[in-house]
Nanobody
Framework: VQLQASGGGLVQAGGSLRLSCAVS????????MGWFRQAPGKECEIVAA????????YYADSVKGRFIISRDNAKNTVYLQMNSLKPEDTAVYYC??????????????????WGQGTQVTVSS
């Protein structure tokens, strides 16, 4: 299984970025997906998750109302639209392949496969 994340970069506070994660080697539509992030000196935390159908989503309180997770099962890709970015959003962002059930996975240990990470830096 391969997960290829892209779309990170440097942006000013208040700006937007869209992360993409292309998945190969698994039947993408069978699996829940998630985005995590890890800032320097901090633990990895979940940012958002989406069910395999795309109908159910979860967001960390810190990003609610600003980030949107979505998926295109025809393209084997999950997205994270990040708006109104803040300096505290600066981190390496990882996409991850979750369990093959219809719900949402919010715990790191539920995810078996991870992408390589993409750096997001928000300047003040």
């Amino acid at each position: 299984v391969q997960l290829q994340a892209s779309g990170g970069g440097l942006v000013q506070a208040g700006g937007s970025l869209r992360l993409s994660c292309a998945v190969s080697g698994h039947t993408f539509s069978f699996y829940a997906m998630g985005w995590f992030r890890q800032a320097p000196g901090k633990e990895c935390e979940i940012v958002a998750a989406v069910s395999r159908s795309g109908r159910s989503t979860y967001y960390a309180d810190s990003v609610k109302g600003r980030f949107i997770i979505s998926r295109d099962n025809a393209k084997n890709t999950v997205y994270l639209q990040m708006n109104s970015l803040k300096p505290e959003d600066t981190a390496v962002y990882y996409c991850a392949l979750g369990p093959s059930y219809s719900g949402i996975a919010t715990m790191e240990l539920e995810y078996d496969y991870w992408g390589q990470g993409t750096q997001v830096t928000v300047s003040s």
